[in-house]
């Protein structure tokens, strides 16, 4: 926020314009001032210590004023509420809180008890120490109260600034005075900076650890006897929040209420918003959701500082070193954010990857399942890189959590154009029964099952591949289900996918008719490249019930014959990389050659080229020697 309108109201007499006067001036003005000052605005150089332009605006309590007062009241940042005597004091319960209810407005209001100096002449003194408090207690909107006096110049600056703190740094979002503890939010806020912080994740900020948190928050690091004095405060207060390991969690929270009950609260803030927290204790949208636009034909893939951010996380929290996440260690990971993503819980995660004999991801599903989320949400990864605290590089200052994702090029529907990306989509269609979950199960290295159960919502199994040449790539298979002819007719879904398998049962005569029937009901499905795949080749061979058996049918349309497979097999592992190979370069993956509008018709160019070439040769020879 750079700027703050206080409103100054209360009872006639109560010295509001004497307030804002003797702030300006910084003297008492003796003579008589108007009734009501004008709107003054105060530069940040001259304002009170924080750094926003602050506009005053006095007003009048008589009732023929009412409306711009109700104006003015409705416009404001924060109510400076100022009473005198013991008349205007029971008027702020009696008509001026009330009253501000009645409009509706929820800004702070700050509580000042004027002419302090006449303190001994009308207990004013013992009205602030004595009613103040049954006052706060009552009307939870008074933010703070404070006692001032214009004639001896006596916390005017002080006031203001409470009026300007009470908006940049309000308490009630952190402090629950009733309670005298923060608020949950605020705890979990705090807990999530403690978690960023404890880089070796041991449960502890130990002094280098504090060092670079200062440094962060406040730009410079912590003297060895300052960092001393801050433990043994904490300890003061829990005897356990301080170890020879460093400081607690709970510790860190401690030293934070601390600041709160002390009205230090802009400390608390200024930690907050180092680490992206708005006023209503909420990460900013722009932190979570940066600017990140993926054009037509392209899609979203980590970057190496993606990958690396990635992996470093995934070895800091695999605390028994076994290779896997266990449900505790991914629950310590993911304490920052939200929980699970919700693209994970919908792919019934971790069984859409890759995890040890445990059920426990690995390195490789953890990277898979990433790469996965990239592609079909890349604001997902976005949202948890910032959760789980990736910080782009020292040498990109301006950077954000895109630095951690990259855009692929575009991707050309050609025949003989290679697909540029490091993940691939592949939909496995074919015959209920005909094995398309078995191959996903063994994708994923699962033991295989003979019980048969049938494929109700989409499933997903994404795992990487390596190519012959030691290429690398993830693969993403999946299974449509019940969704598999709104899939089909959906030419927009349709578009994400880079290859089609179609599977059918070499046992079963019914199977591959499907195949037929589909290519026929959905004529599109011809603008994908394409393989076909015979499954439970463990089993006899059968006659297809089809017009055409699967090898004549696949030699009509200029394609390979059908791979013959069993996922009981050992060598199923190369089916995958014939599956990436034929996605990232499907010449002879389109059925007849075809191509789309745009094919490729560089030989025809390059032979015209050659013909004009050729002929305008021809005529200078010709020209030379009529000549």
């Known amino acids: 926020m750079t700027s703050v309108r206080i409103c100054v109201c209360g009872d006639e007499g109560t010295g509001k314009s004497s307030l804002i006067t003797s702030l300006v001036k910084d003297v008492f003005v003796t003579t008589k001032l108007q009734p009501v000052l004008p709107q003054i605005t105060i530069p940040p150089s001259l304002a009170t210590p924080n750094n926003v332009t602050t506009t005053i605006v006095d007003t009048s309590a008589f009732p023929r004023e009412r409306v711009e007062l109700n104006k003015e009241i409705r416009k404001c940042n924060a109510i400076l509420l100022v009473y005198s005597d013991h008349y205007s004091y029971e008027r702020v319960a009696l008509f001026w809180m009330p009253h501000f209810r009645s409009l509706g407005v929820n800004v702070p209001v700050i509580l000042c008890a004027n002419k302090s100096d006449l303190a001994a002449d009308t207990h004013i003194g013992q009205v602030v120490e004595d009613e103040m408090l049954p006052l706060m207690a009552e009307f939870k909107e008074i933010d703070s109260c404070i006692r001032t006096s214009a004639r001896e110049h006596h916390n005017i600056n002080e006031v203001f600034f409470l009026c300007q703190k009470a908006v940049t740094d309000p ?208 604001s997902t990864t976005l949202a948890y890189l910032a959760y789980l605290g990736f910080e782009p590089p020292a040498s990109s200052p301006r950077a954000t959590t895109t630095s951690a994702l990259k855009l692929t090029k575009p991707r050309k529907r050609r025949k003989r154009a290679t697909v540029e990306r490091n993940v691939l989509l592949a939909y496995v269609l074919g015959h209920p029964g005909s094995g398309k979950s078995s191959l996903l199960d063994a994708f994923l290295a699962r033991p295989f099952s003979s019980t048969y159960h049938p494929t109700i919502k989409p499933r997903t199994a994404v795992n990487s591949v390596e190519l012959p040449g030691g290429k690398q790539c993830t693969l993403i298979l999946e299974e449509l289900g019940e969704l598999e002819p709104a899939i089909l007719e959906n030419q927009a879904k349709l578009t994400t996918a880079d290859l089609l398998v179609y599977t059918y049962d070499s046992s079963d005569p019914d199977s591959f008719s499907h195949i037929t029937n589909l290519r026929s009901t959905y004529p599109h499905l011809d603008d994908l490249p394409a393989l076909y795949v015979a499954l439970k080749a463990d089993n006899d061979k059968t006659t297809q019930r089809s017009e055409v058996q699967p090898e004549e049918y696949t030699a009509a349309l200029g394609m390979s014959k059908p791979l013959h497979v069993s996922v009981t097999w050992g060598s199923v592992s190369e089916l995958f990389v014939q599956i990436a190979e034929a996605a990232m370069w499907p010449v002879g993956a389109y059925p007849g050659g075809k191509e789309d509008e745009e094919g490729d018709r560089t030989g025809l160019w390059i032979a015209l080229g050659v013909v004009i070439c050729a002929g305008a040769a021809f005529v200078g020879i010709w020209r030379r020697m009529k000549g």
Request: glycine fraction near 6%.
């Open 171 to 378: 308490i009630a979002p952190l402090f629950d005075s009733k309670e005298s503890n923060l608020k949950p939010a605020c705890v979990s806020a705090l807990q999530r900076v403690f978690y960023l912080c404890d880089r070796d994740q041991d449960g502890y900020l130990n002094d280098k650890e504090v060092h670079d948190f200062q440094t962060k928050c406040f730009g410079k690091p912590l003297g060895d006897s300052d960092l001393h004095s801050i433990k043994e405060t904490i300890l003061r207060y829990n005897s356990g929040a301080v170890t020879d390991q460093g400081i607690t969690q709970t510790g860190f929270v401690t030293l934070n209420k601390i600041f709160a009950e002390k009205g230090r609260h802009e400390t608390v803030w200024l930690i907050l918003r180092t680490f992206h927290y708005t006023n209503s204790i909420s990460l900013h949208s722009s932190f979570l959701h940066p600017k990140f636009d993926v054009p037509p034909n392209t899609s979203a893939e980590l970057s190496p500082a993606g990958y690396r951010f990635f992996v470093d996380l995934f070895l800091l929290h695999d605390k028994d070193s076994d290779g896997g996440l266990n449900t505790s260690e991914l629950s310590a990971l993911f304490a920052p954010t939200p929980g699970l993503p919700s693209p994970w819980l919908d792919s019934s995660f971790p069984s859409s990857t890759v995890s040890n004999e445990g059920g426990h991801i690995t390195l490789q599903g953890w990277l898979a399942q990433w790469s996965m989320t990239t592609f079909f949400s890349p």
